[in-house]
């Protein structure tokens, strides 16, 4: 049973625009979520996060909206930058534990 | 300040053999969380541990794995009789309090790397 879904295996975008990651989710007990990003080799960094009770949350070139109505999360990039190339997770916190999504490979084009 | 640290990095066990994976949390951190990564998958939870007490091991495989968490040193995840399937990657995680309701971020350690020969 996938609680965390991340549909699109791999995301192609061109420096300087806006790299949008999504993400759906089925459990209505998750009280916030969160972003991480992956490079190969090392583990998941925090990027961002967003309690159940807001809709929207940004850190500089981060922001995360949530739609709970839709069960459904995005992550926008914006400017993207070639650093950002990476696989990004999105997970539900539930009690104890981070339920993840399989993750999305985001290349950043030059 | 150093971040969440597991070693080794890299550990090659042939069928049968037992794997110990160790992690310290991040300074100030009690809470420890194990996550297994295996290839073209997410990070699917283990077990959680707060220090000398295993609170969530729902998922944690029934036979050959254990883990514990001791009032002094690593956090260790054992899994005994290795065999193939088991080749992964596995994550650990701390956070400073529970991370439950009260939205605690968990911050993950650079993992370890298994191979099952």
């Known amino acids: 049973d996938q609680q965390v879904k991340q549909n699109s295996p791999s995301l192609s975008v061109q420096e300087g625009r806006i790299s949008i990651l999504n993400c759906d989710y089925t459990n209505s007990m998750f009280d916030y979520f969160l972003w991480y990003k992956k490079y190969p080799a090392e583990g998941p960094t925090f990027l961002i996060s967003i309690s159940s009770i807001k809709d929207k949350n940004e850190d500089g070139r981060f922001t995360v909206f949530l739609n709970k109505s839709a069960k459904h999360l995005s992550l926008h990039i914006v400017p993207s930058q070639p650093g950002d190339s990476a696989v990004y997770f999105c997970?539900?916190?539930?009690?104890?534990?981070?339920?993840f999504g399989t993750g999305t490979l985001l290349a950043v084009q030059p | 300040n150093a971040g969440v640290m597991q070693n080794p990095r890299h550990l090659v066990r042939r069928r049968g053999q037992e794997a110990r994976l160790r992690c310290s949390p991040m300074k100030g951190h009690s809470h420890v969380y194990w996550y297994r990564q295996l290839p073209e998958e997410g990070l699917k939870f283990m077990v959680y541990l707060q220090k000398e007490n295993i609170i969530d091991e729902s998922g944690m495989p029934k036979e050959r794995f254990s883990a514990e968490f001791p009032k002094e040193g690593p956090s260790i995840l054992r899994i005994q009789q290795v065999v193939r399937g088991d080749s992964a990657a596995y994550f650990c995680?701390?956070?400073?309090?529970?991370?439950?309701?009260?939205?605690?971020?968990?911050?993950f350690g650079p993992g370890t790397r298994l191979l099952v020969l």
């Open positions: 995680a701390s956070s400073p309090r529970a991370s439950g309701n009260s939205q605690e971020t968990q911050y």
């Open positions: 997970a539900g916190g539930a009690t104890n534990k981070l339920i």
